[in-house]
């Protein structure tokens, strides 16, 4: 199943081999690095505690969980919004010109939505009390469906050629349905706060899928040396405790090693992940590898 948030670098499509790996009954599922949650939606476990220190993450989150229940609800909401901003919406009707089709065959989606959406951003940008609904929206018609602000806190994303469209809709079915019969703590910590604030125990479960030193996305930009230090010795501790975990990571991209990595995992067992990048070898070295450590 695919999360609702398109989220970069989202597991999805390595979620059944991750999964091969994950203990068959698992109490509290705890996933520091949560991102749009494709691994938690995949997952069964009791109850769930999920964290990410990105607030927007997490606030689109709770959008979508207080509207679990609500689904037409939401979708009359999202409605409103896509016609006072005058957007394309897909799944349920075909309002874009014929002509402007023509004139652009590839890109008529960015073409019609993008006086829209603009505005849509705007408004968002200069309003005081954030809708996390509308930057639901901005995400969902955004270039590349990313979620980036500048320095100033303004989102700046750029129109996509993409829109609400049949996929959204039943990702973000998927995901209600999926919500709605868990119990799940939301919270929006640093991952150093999140293992101090909670209890957990043998009988959980932790993974884990901190940004990568070694690539590049928005979120690796807050990644660096000494908080992958700190995170593989919080793995050590738990290890000591007897408590399980499994961690992702890409030990080599292109011509980097994550030596860092690659060295503590020498402790663990280190299980090869086939991924979906290209992978080619260079006079036998690996352009890509892809990884999940577990401590059991
Ligand atoms: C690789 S992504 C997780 C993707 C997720 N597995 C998915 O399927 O969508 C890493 C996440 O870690 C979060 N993150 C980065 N630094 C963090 C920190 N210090 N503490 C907690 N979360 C952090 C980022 O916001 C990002 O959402």
């Known amino acids: ?13 390595l979620i059944v081999e991750i ?4 203990p068959s009954n698992i109490r509290t599922f705890y996933e520091p690095f949560v991102g749009g949650g494709s691994v938690f939606m995949n997952t069964p476990a009791m109850q769930y505690v999920l964290n990410d220190i990105n607030p927007h993450v997490i606030s689109l989150h709770n959008l979508l969980c207080g509207f679990a229940n609500q689904q037409d609800l939401f979708l009359a909401q999202i409605k409103n919004i896509v016609n006072d901003y005058n957007l394309s919406f897909s799944f ?19 073409e ?13 940008n200069s309003s005081n009390v954030k809708a996390p609904l509308v930057l639901y929206l901005l995400l969902i018609y955004g270039f590349n469906r990313i979620l980036r602000f500048n320095s100033k806190g303004e989102f700046n994303v750029p129109v996509g050629n993409v829109d609400f469209n049949q ?49 590049f996305s928005e979120y690796n930009k807050i990644w660096n040396h000494n908080l992958e230090t700190s995170l593989l010795s919080t793995l050590d501790e738990l290890d000591k405790k007897g ?17 860092l990595f690659l060295k503590w995992s020498k402790n663990y067992s280190s ?20 990884v999940l450590v577990t401590n059991y």
Do not use: C
């Open 1 to 13: 199943m695919r999360s609702p948030l398109f989220y970069v670098g989202d597991k999805r499509k």
């Open 19 to 22: 999964k091969k790996f994950f």
């Open 92 to 110: 349920q009707k075909n309002n874009i010109p014929e002509d402007l089709k023509k004139a652009f065959p590839k890109t008529y989606f960015a």
């Open 112 to 124: 019609f939505n993008r006086k829209g959406y603009n505005q849509l951003k705007q408004d968002y």
């Open 167 to 215: 996929h959204v809709y039943d990702a973000i079915i998927d995901y209600f349905n999926i919500v709605r019969q868990r119990s799940i703590l939301w919270q929006n910590l640093d991952f150093r706060d999140f293992f101090k604030k909670n209890r957990i125990t043998k009988k959980d479960f932790v993974y884990l899928d901190p940004p990568y030193l070694i690539t």
């Open 243 to 259: 408590i399980p975990f499994a961690i992702s990571n890409v030990t080599h991209y292109k011509n980097k090693t994550n030596e």
């Open 271 to 290: 299980h090869p992940i086939k991924s979906n990048y290209i992978s080619y070898h260079d006079n036998s070295i690996k352009s890509f590898n892809e």
